[in-house]
């Protein structure tokens, strides 16, 4: 198995690190899956638990909240073992999370196998990006992260879709096994295409507590709280906008969705060509964009086609946003790579949670515009940072990234 090098800047990326690369796409593309594949069977699985929608929801809360805190924890302990490994065990815990899932006879155990998919998404992500840049020149940088976060809109597009026809047809469990199966076989895959990625240290305490001292780093968390939850206290609701306020009917409303996803595949990708020379730019632009489309959407909804366009460039624009703070966090956390990555998702984790609480209160009390402004005003607030950081220099994350993590 080689080991990755530290690559000159213009180094060509041969074609296995193009395949190696796609596994960990793969992963992340069965970590969202699995991650909301309750969404679609939830009455099936309360009914088949014999407990409350309530109750059974918790198989959705409980992976984001295990992962934002394990996630450091369980780098910590991971030491200086090698990341290739690391990122086999996370997939490992995948599949056993969706095993349990497809076998449990009662929502303990339920959520003991959600439990697993807490710490596969924690370990796992912070492991992906680092892993990634590490595996092509610097210059390639952002693609090689765009091609790992694909799976996050393959994911929404295709996995969880898919999922739940699955269970339509065969059964809640069955989608379980499925995702269990699929599991492996990217297990198997990444065993053997993913190269050795050895370090020279882990990540330790000191290194969490010195990206808070970081200016840059802590820029990028501060608008990654900012822009995610905007993103989140909006599209938590957009199904019931859609139909509600726009008027659509169902079908119309999962196509656009449909199509939302799409946009945010292509979004990923374009970010990612853009966001290792212009990380800064990138950022600001797709949480700019991401508040124009949330505080625009409202006055639309009368207006059909405007609204479904604005629906597709706020796919556009989310599809950015993870690669545009990923490569920022990676560039401001200096000789702490796996640090900022660690750090980053948890608080990731939390944005979201933040997001979804902040959205849903607005709405119970004033309505869903409301929590579309709300949530604007917050991407906006992030967009202002994000360029009032670097008026009058040249700030860290625009500048070339080092050859490797470590």
Same mark, same amino acid.
């Given at each position: 198995?080689?080991?990755?090098?530290?690559?000159?800047?213009?180094?060509?990326?041969?074609?296995?690190?193009?395949?190696?690369?796609?596994?960990?796409?793969?992963?992340?593309?069965?970590?969202?899956?699995?991650?909301?594949?309750?969404?679609?069977?939830?009455?099936?699985?309360?009914?088949? /638990?014999?407990?409350?929608?309530?109750?059974?929801?918790?198989?959705?809360? &409980?992976?984001?909240?295990?992962?934002?805190?394990?996630?450091?924890?369980?780098? /910590?302990?991971?030491?200086?073992?090698?990341?290739?490994?690391?990122?086999?065990? &996370?997939?490992?815990?995948?599949?056993?999370?969706?095993?349990?899932?497809?076998?449990?006879?009662?929502?303990?155990?339920?959520?003991?196998?959600?439990?697993?998919?807490?710490?596969?998404?924690?370990?796992?992500?912070?492991?992906?990006?680092?892993?990634?840049?590490?595996?092509? !020149? !610097?210059?390639?940088?952002?693609?090689?992260?765009?091609?790992?976060?694909?799976?996050?809109? %393959?994911?929404?597009?295709?996995?969880?879709?898919?999922?739940?026809?699955?269970?339509?047809?065969?059964?809640?469990?069955?989608?379980?096994?499925?995702?269990?199966?699929?599991? &492996?076989?990217?297990?198997?895959?990444?065993?053997?295409?993913?190269p050795r990625l050895p370090v020279e240290r882990g990540v330790r305490p000191a290194g969490l507590i010195a990206l808070?001292?970081?200016?840059?780093?802590?820029?990028?968390? %501060?608008?990654?709280?900012?822009?995610? %939850?905007?993103?989140?206290?909006?599209?938590?609701?957009?199904?019931?906008?859609?139909?509600? /306020?726009?008027?659509?009917?169902?079908?119309?409303?999962?196509?656009?969705?449909?199509?939302?996803?799409?946009?945010?595949?292509?979004?990923?990708?374009?970010?990612?060509?853009?966001?290792?020379?212009?990380?800064?730019?990138?950022?600001?632009?797709?949480?700019?964009?991401? %508040?124009?489309?949330?505080?625009?959407?409202?006055?639309?909804? !009368?207006?059909?086609?405007?609204?479904?366009?604005?629906?597709?460039?706020?796919?556009?624009?989310?599809?950015?946003? !993870?690669?545009?703070?990923?490569?920022?966090?990676?560039?401001?956390?200096?000789?702490?790579?796996?640090?900022?990555?660690?750090?980053?998702?948890?608080?990731?984790?939390?944005?979201?949670?933040?997001?979804? /609480?902040?959205?849903?209160?607005?709405?119970?009390?004033?309505?869903?515009?409301?929590?579309?402004?709300?949530?604007?005003?917050?991407?906006?607030?992030?967009?202002?940072?994000?360029?009032?950081?670097?008026?009058?220099?040249?700030?860290?994350?625009?500048?070339?990234?080092?050859?490797?993590?470590?």
């Amino acid at each position: 198995m080689p080991v990755v090098e530290h690559l000159p800047a213009d180094a060509p990326v041969a074609a296995r690190t193009w395949v190696a690369l796609a596994s960990i796409s793969l992963g992340t593309f069965a970590l969202v899956t699995t991650e909301f594949l309750p969404v679609g069977l939830l009455k099936e699985i309360a009914g088949g /638990l014999d407990v409350t929608e309530g109750m059974a929801g918790l198989a959705v809360t &409980m992976p984001g909240v295990v992962a934002a805190v394990a996630g450091p924890l369980m780098m /910590l302990a991971a030491g200086r073992i090698d990341r290739r490994l690391g990122l086999v065990l &996370m997939t490992a815990l995948l599949a056993a999370s969706n095993a349990v899932a497809a076998l449990a006879p009662n929502i303990a155990l339920m959520l003991a196998g959600r439990f697993l998919l807490g710490l596969a998404v924690g370990g796992f992500w912070a492991l992906a990006v680092s892993a990634a840049a590490r595996m092509v !020149p !610097p210059a390639k940088m952002g693609s090689a992260i765009a091609v790992v976060l694909a799976g996050i809109s %393959a994911g929404t597009v295709l996995g969880v879709p898919a999922g739940a026809l699955i269970g339509e047809w065969a059964g809640w469990r069955s989608a379980f096994a499925v995702a269990a199966a699929a599991a &492996m076989l990217i297990l198997g895959a990444q065993a053997v295409v993913l190269p050795r990625l050895p370090v020279e240290r882990g990540v330790r305490p000191a290194g969490l507590i010195a990206l808070f001292r970081r200016r840059d780093a802590l820029v990028g968390l %501060a608008a990654t709280v900012l822009v995610i %939850a905007g993103h989140f206290a909006a599209y938590t609701f957009v199904t019931p906008f859609l139909i509600d /306020l726009a008027r659509f009917d169902r079908q119309a409303t999962t196509m656009l969705l449909a199509a939302y996803g799409v946009a945010a595949f292509f979004g990923n990708f374009i970010a990612g060509r853009l966001a290792t020379a212009r990380t800064r730019a990138t950022l600001a632009g797709v949480a700019l964009l991401t %508040a124009g489309v949330t505080l625009v959407l409202p006055r639309s909804a !009368p207006f059909a086609v405007s609204t479904a366009l604005l629906v597709v460039v706020w796919g556009v624009a989310f599809g950015g946003l !993870p690669v545009a703070l990923q490569t920022w966090m990676y560039k401001a956390s200096g000789d702490e790579k796996e640090a900022g990555q660690v750090v980053f998702n948890s608080v990731f984790q939390w944005a979201l949670a933040l997001g979804a /609480l902040i959205g849903g209160t607005i709405v119970d009390r004033t309505g869903i515009a409301a929590a579309m402004a709300a949530g604007g005003s917050l991407a906006l607030a992030a967009a202002v940072l994000v360029a009032a950081a670097g008026a009058g220099r040249a700030g860290r994350p625009d500048a070339a990234p080092p050859a490797a993590a470590h």
